[in-house]
């Protein structure tokens, strides 16, 4: 079963506007990444928060994490049209590092 | 040259049929894994294994079998094909101090 949920499924913007994602998990976390798919490719790795943080960056990326509300988000300042994909957030499972992903949010940045 | 490559990309088989994708990596990762993707549904998790001699069943492992041939090779077996495994396939590494992983480009397998 799931453990990470995205939302919105699907988002669309303009070149240069932002763009967030969130994501929902049920049970106690170690940590949440962030991935990155496009169409058809491997998924890659963009970003790990543990639970002991609350706020990551990464260039152009920002997570936040609230493990009292067991949520994420991944905001992607001034989109550009590559970052169009879609975009996973993966939790740790049972196994420790098997992780357990999400549905996705697929994003689409038209210039 | 990639770290982490599958064989075949893609393939078409047909029902009953038995067939292996195989994973193979340069990163010199512990951990393997294998996951199916499905329009919708994300990412899950098939069989996984944390050294040569670990093999452990994921989510959705009915059906499937694999083989850690060696410590950079993975493979998958589709016994006897089904329609509703058609799916992309997807092998990724991990190491025992880096907890993030690292995919191959995928196997879009479809069962007729």
């Known amino acids: 079963s799931q453990q990470g949920e995205e939302d919105p499924q699907a988002l669309s913007i303009q070149e240069g506007e932002n763009a967030t994602m969130n994501c929902s998990y049920k049970?106690?976390?170690?940590?949440l990444q962030w991935y990155r798919q496009n169409s058809g490719r491997g998924l890659v790795h963009l970003i790990l928060?543990?639970?002991?943080?609350r706020e990551k960056h990464s260039g152009r990326l920002r997570v936040t994490l609230d493990t009292s509300k067991k949520s994420s988000s991944l905001l992607i300042t001034a989109s550009r049209a590559a970052d169009t994909a879609s975009y996973f957030c993966?939790?740790?499972?049972?196994?420790?590092?098997?992780?357990?992903f999400g549905k996705g949010t697929t994003l689409s940045v038209s210039s | 040259d990639a770290d982490v490559t599958q064989t075949p990309r893609n393939r078409i088989t047909k029902t009953g049929k038995r067939i292996m994708l195989e994973c193979s990596q340069t990163?010199?990762?512990?951990?393997m894994y294998w996951y199916r993707q499905d329009p919708g549904l994300g990412l899950r998790l098939i069989y996984y294994?944390?050294?040569?001699?670990?093999?452990n069943k994921g989510e959705i492992s009915d059906g499937y079998s694999v083989s850690r041939q060696a410590q950079a090779k993975f493979s998958l077996s589709l016994e006897s094909a089904i329609p509703n495994q058609t799916a992309l396939y997807f092998c990724?590494?991990?190491?025992?101090?880096?907890?993030?992983?690292?995919f191959g480009p995928g196997t879009r397998l479809l069962v007729l």
């Open positions: 993966a939790t740790d499972g049972q196994a420790g590092t098997a992780l357990i």
């Open positions: 049970t106690s976390i170690n940590n």
């Open positions: 928060i543990r639970s002991n943080e």
């Open positions: 990163k010199g990762h512990d951990r």
């Open positions: 294994s944390f050294d040569v001699k670990d093999i």
């Open positions: 990724a590494t991990g190491d025992s101090y880096d907890e993030t992983q690292y």
